[in-house]
C-alpha cells in the first residue's frame, strides 16, 4: 500500500509517462485516415525498395558491428600484444564521429574525383578502378565503423567480468584459447553482446544523416521525403509508425536472444591471459590499428585538410549563428532533460511502488523512438492543437490567429526530452543509489528537510553525476539530426543541418568546419566513458 507521501511523486511520474505517450498515440490515430493516392504510389514504386534497403542494411550492420567489436573486445581484454594498451581506449573514439560526417568523408576520400582514385591513376595508369563508395557495401561499411563501439564496449567489459577463474579452468581441461573462447567466453557475454547489437540496430534503423549523404532510400528518407515531397504530414506518421514497428521487433528479438543467460560473478581481471608472439602480435595490433585509423584518425585528418583548405574561410558571422543555435538547444535540452530526469529518479528512490516503476521505466522508452518518428508524431499532435484550439482561441482573443506550437523551439525541446531522458536518467540514477538512505536521514533528524536537504545534501553528492548527465545530453542534441532538421523553426539552422545542406550539394570541404566542430565536442563524453571504464577495470 502507498504512504501518503509517496502520491506526492504520481503527477511528475505519469506526466512524463504521457509526453512518451503521445508520439505512440499519434502514431495510432494516424491511420484512421489514409491518403490512397499517395499510398498507392509509394507502394508501386517505393515499398519494396525501402523493405529491401532497410533489412539489407540491418543485416549487414548487424553481422559487420558483432564481428569488429567481439574481435577487438577479445583482443584487448584477454590479449597482450605491442600497443593494446593505448588501443584499448582509443578504439572507443569513434564514438565522437556522427555516422553522416563519416559517411561524406569517405565518399570524399574513396570517390571517383576524389583523391585516393585520383592518386591511384596517376601512379598505375587511368585503367585503375576501385568498387564504388556510393553503394550498399559503402553505406554498410560506414555504419559498422561507426556503430561498432557499442558492441565493443559492452563486449570488452563482459570479457573482462568473466575473471581468470573461468578461463583457466578451460585450459587446464585442455582446450585452446580459441576454444575456450568458443565454448565459455562467448556464451557467457551474449546478454552484452546483445544488448550492443540492438543498440547499433536501432541507430542503424534511425540513422537519416549517413543513408541519405550515400542517396540509399530508407524508411528514415522516405519518412522525410513524403513530408516534404508530397505534403502529407499523415503519410509521414504513417511511414514512421511502419519504422517504430521495426523498431519494437528489435528490441523483441534481442530479448529472446539473450535468453536465460547471466553474467559471471567472477572477480574481474586486470592482466591479459594471452601473450601473443611473432606473427600473432603483429596481426592483433595490424587488425586494431587498421581499425582505428579508417574509424577515427583518417576521418579527422582529412576534416583538417577541407577545413584548411577550404572551410576557415566559412567562420564568419553567419557561422557564430550557427553555433550559438546549436549551443542554446543543446544548453536548454539538457537542463530540462537532466531536471525532469532527476525528479524520476528521486520518484523510484522515494515511492518504488510498482506504479512510479512502472512510469518511470515507461518514461524512459523515449531513446528507443528514432528522431524521425518523434519529429512527424510531435509536429502532428501540434498541428491539431494549433488547428482545434490554438487558432480559434487567438482569433476569439483578438489575436492574429496563426500556429503558435508548430514549428517551435518549444516543439523541438520536446522531442529531445522524450528521445534523450535515458541518457540522462542512467548517470543520476547510479549516482543517486551510491548516497546511502541513513544520510539523509540522519539529516532530517538534524533539523534539515525539504529543499535545504536537496541543496545542502543530495546536491553536492549527485555534482558528478548531473554534470555527466547534462554533458552526455548536451552531445547527443548537438549531433541529432533528423529531429533537428524537421522540427526546426524558420531561421534556427543548426552545425547539423548545416552539414546536411552542404553535402546534399556535394561541398564536403565546406561541410568541414561544422563536422570538425561536432566531433571535438563529440570527444567529451567519450573522454568522460573512457575514464569511468578505465575505473571499474581498475
Given at each position: 500500500m502507498?504512504?501518503?507521501?509517496?502520491?506526492?511523486?504520481?503527477?511528475?511520474?505519469f506526466?512524463?509517462?504521457?509526453?512518451?505517450?503521445?508520439p505512440?498515440?499519434?502514431?495510432?490515430?494516424?491511420?484512421?485516415?489514409?491518403?490512397?493516392?499517395?499510398?498507392?504510389?509509394?507502394?508501386e514504386?517505393q515499398?519494396?525498395?525501402?523493405?529491401?534497403?532497410?533489412?539489407?542494411?540491418l543485416?549487414g550492420?548487424?553481422?559487420?558491428?558483432?564481428?569488429?567489436?567481439?574481435?577487438?573486445?577479445?583482443?584487448t581484454?584477454l590479449?597482450?600484444?605491442?600497443?593494446?594498451?593505448?588501443?584499448?581506449?582509443?578504439?572507443?573514439?569513434?564514438?565522437?564521429?556522427?555516422?553522416y560526417?563519416?559517411?561524406?568523408?569517405?565518399?570524399?576520400?574513396?570517390?571517383?574525383?576524389?583523391?585516393?582514385?585520383?592518386?591511384?591513376?596517376?601512379?598505375?595508369?587511368?585503367?585503375?578502378?576501385?568498387?564504388?563508395v556510393?553503394?550498399?557495401?559503402?553505406?554498410?561499411?560506414?555504419?559498422?565503423?561507426?556503430?561498432?563501439?557499442?558492441?565493443?564496449?559492452?563486449?570488452?567489459?563482459?570479457?573482462?567480468?568473466?575473471?581468470?577463474?573461468?578461463?583457466e579452468?578451460a585450459r587446464?581441461?585442455?582446450?585452446?584459447?580459441?576454444q575456450?573462447?568458443?565454448?565459455?567466453?562467448?556464451?557467457?557475454?551474449?546478454?552484452?553482446?546483445?544488448?550492443?547489437?540492438?543498440?547499433?540496430?536501432?541507430?542503424?534503423?534511425a540513422?537519416?544523416?549517413?543513408?541519405?549523404?550515400?542517396n540509399?532510400?530508407?524508411?528514415?528518407?522516405?519518412?522525410?521525403?513524403?513530408?516534404?515531397?508530397?505534403f502529407?504530414?499523415?503519410s509521414?506518421?504513417?511511414?514512421?509508425?511502419?519504422?517504430?514497428?521495426?523498431?519494437?521487433?528489435?528490441?523483441?528479438?534481442?530479448?529472446?536472444?539473450?535468453?536465460i543467460?547471466?553474467?559471471?560473478?567472477?572477480?574481474?581481471?586486470?592482466?591479459?591471459?594471452?601473450?601473443?608472439?611473432?606473427?600473432?602480435?603483429?596481426?592483433?595490433?595490424?587488425?586494431c590499428?587498421?581499425?582505428?585509423?579508417?574509424?577515427?584518425?583518417?576521418?579527422?585528418?582529412?576534416?583538417?585538410i577541407?577545413?584548411?583548405?577550404r572551410?576557415?574561410f566559412?567562420?564568419d558571422?553567419?557561422?557564430?549563428?550557427?553555433?550559438?543555435?546549436?549551443?542554446?538547444?543543446?544548453?536548454?535540452a539538457?537542463?530540462?532533460?537532466?531536471?525532469?530526469?532527476?525528479?524520476?529518479?528521486?520518484?523510484?528512490?522515494q515511492?518504488?511502488?510498482?506504479?512510479?516503476?512502472?512510469?518511470?521505466?515507461l518514461?524512459?522508452?523515449?531513446?528507443?523512438?528514432?528522431?524521425?518518428?518523434?519529429?512527424?508524431?510531435?509536429m502532428?499532435?501540434?498541428?491539431?492543437?494549433?488547428?482545434e484550439?490554438?487558432?480559434?482561441?487567438?482569433?476569439?482573443?483578438?489575436?492574429?490567429?496563426?500556429?503558435?506550437?508548430?514549428?517551435?523551439?518549444?516543439?523541438?525541446?520536446?522531442?529531445?526530452?522524450?528521445?534523450?531522458?535515458?541518457?540522462?536518467f542512467?548517470?543520476?540514477?547510479?549516482?543517486?543509489?551510491?548516497?546511502?538512505?541513513?544520510?539523509?536521514?540522519?539529516?532530517?533528524?538534524?533539523?534539515?528537510?525539504?529543499?535545504?536537504l536537496f541543496?545542502?545534501?543530495?546536491?553536492?553528492?549527485?555534482l558528478?553525476?548531473?554534470?555527466?548527465?547534462?554533458?552526455?545530453?548536451?552531445?547527443?542534441?548537438?549531433?541529432?539530426?533528423?529531429?533537428?532538421?524537421?522540427?526546426?523553426?524558420?531561421?534556427?539552422?543548426?552545425?547539423?543541418?548545416?552539414?546536411?545542406?552542404?553535402?546534399?550539394e556535394?561541398?564536403?570541404?565546406?561541410?568541414?568546419?561544422?563536422?570538425?566542430?561536432?566531433?571535438?565536442?563529440?570527444?567529451l563524453p567519450?573522454?568522460?566513458?573512457?575514464?569511468?571504464?578505465?575505473?571499474?577495470?581498475?
Open positions: 502507498s504512504h501518503p507521501t509517496q502520491y506526492r511523486w504520481y503527477p511528475v511520474t506526466s512524463v509517462a504521457a509526453l512518451v505517450l503521445l505512440l498515440s499519434v502514431l495510432l490515430f494516424s491511420w484512421y485516415e489514409i491518403d490512397s493516392g499517395i499510398w498507392a504510389h509509394l507502394w514504386t515499398m519494396a525498395r525501402l523493405l529491401g534497403n532497410t533489412v539489407v542494411l543485416l550492420v548487424g553481422v559487420g558491428v558483432t564481428l569488429l567489436g567481439v574481435s577487438l573486445a577479445w583482443l581484454s590479449c597482450e600484444f605491442p600497443g593494446r594498451r593505448w588501443l584499448d581506449w582509443a578504439l572507443m573514439l569513434p564514438f565522437a564521429i556522427p555516422a560526417v563519416l559517411a561524406f568523408v569517405f565518399i570524399g576520400l574513396l570517390d571517383f574525383a576524389g583523391p585516393v582514385q585520383t592518386l591511384a591513376r596517376e601512379w598505375f595508369g587511368s585503367s585503375v578502378r576501385f568498387p564504388p556510393r553503394s550498399t557495401g559503402g553505406v554498410i561499411l560506414v555504419l559498422v565503423l561507426v556503430f561498432y563501439p557499442y558492441v565493443y564496449l559492452l563486449a570488452r567489459s563482459a570479457f573482462i567480468a568473466q575473471g581468470k577463474g573461468l578461463m579452468a587446464v581441461l585442455g582446450q585452446s584459447p580459441w575456450a573462447f568458443w565454448s565459455v567466453a562467448l556464451p557467457m557475454a551474449r546478454p552484452a553482446i546483445g544488448a550492443g547489437l540492438a543498440l547499433a540496430m536501432m541507430e542503424t534503423l540513422d537519416f544523416g549517413a543513408v541519405s549523404v550515400f540509399f532510400d530508407t524508411f528514415t528518407t522516405a519518412i522525410y521525403k513524403t513530408w516534404y515531397g508530397f502529407s504530414l499523415t509521414a506518421t504513417q511511414l514512421a509508425s511502419l519504422l517504430l514497428l521495426a523498431v519494437a521487433l528489435v528490441l523483441y528479438g534481442e530479448r529472446r536472444a539473450r535468453g543467460a547471466r553474467p559471471a560473478n567472477d572477480r574481474a581481471r586486470s592482466a591479459a591471459l594471452y601473450h601473443l608472439r611473432g606473427l600473432k602480435a603483429l596481426a592483433a595490433s595490424g587488425w590499428l587498421l581499425v582505428f585509423l579508417c574509424a577515427f584518425v583518417i576521418p579527422v585528418l582529412q576534416l583538417l577541407w577545413l584548411w583548405q572551410g576557415r566559412d567562420l558571422e553567419r557561422y557564430l549563428g550557427l553555433i550559438l543555435h546549436t549551443l542554446y538547444l543543446g544548453g536548454m539538457a537542463l530540462i532533460t537532466v531536471a525532469v530526469a532527476l525528479l524520476l529518479a528521486f520518484a523510484r528512490r515511492a518504488p511502488v510498482r506504479s512510479i516503476r512502472g512510469a518511470v521505466a518514461a524512459n522508452l523515449g531513446y528507443a523512438l528514432p528522431g524521425s518518428v518523434l519529429a512527424v508524431s510531435i502532428l499532435a501540434f498541428s491539431y492543437l494549433d488547428r484550439l490554438v487558432i480559434p482561441l487567438s482569433g476569439w482573443l483578438g489575436g492574429a490567429g496563426k500556429p503558435i506550437l508548430l514549428g517551435s523551439i518549444g516543439a523541438l525541446l520536446l522531442a529531445y526530452l522524450i528521445r534523450f531522458m535515458a541518457v540522462a542512467g548517470p543520476l540514477e547510479s549516482s543517486l543509489a551510491r548516497i546511502r538512505p541513513s544520510l539523509p536521514q540522519a539529516s532530517r533528524s538534524l533539523g534539515v528537510g525539504g529543499p535545504r541543496f545542502r545534501v543530495y546536491l553536492p553528492l549527485l558528478p553525476g548531473t554534470l555527466s548527465a547534462a554533458l552526455l545530453v548536451f552531445v547527443d542534441v548537438l549531433k541529432e539530426m533528423p529531429a533537428t532538421l524537421l522540427m526546426r523553426p524558420f531561421g534556427w539552422d543548426t552545425l547539423a543541418v548545416r552539414i546536411f545542406e552542404m553535402t546534399s556535394g561541398e564536403w570541404a565546406r561541410a568541414a568546419l561544422p563536422a570538425l566542430s561536432l566531433v571535438l565536442v563529440g570527444l567519450v573522454i568522460l566513458l573512457i575514464r569511468r571504464s578505465a575505473k571499474r577495470v581498475g
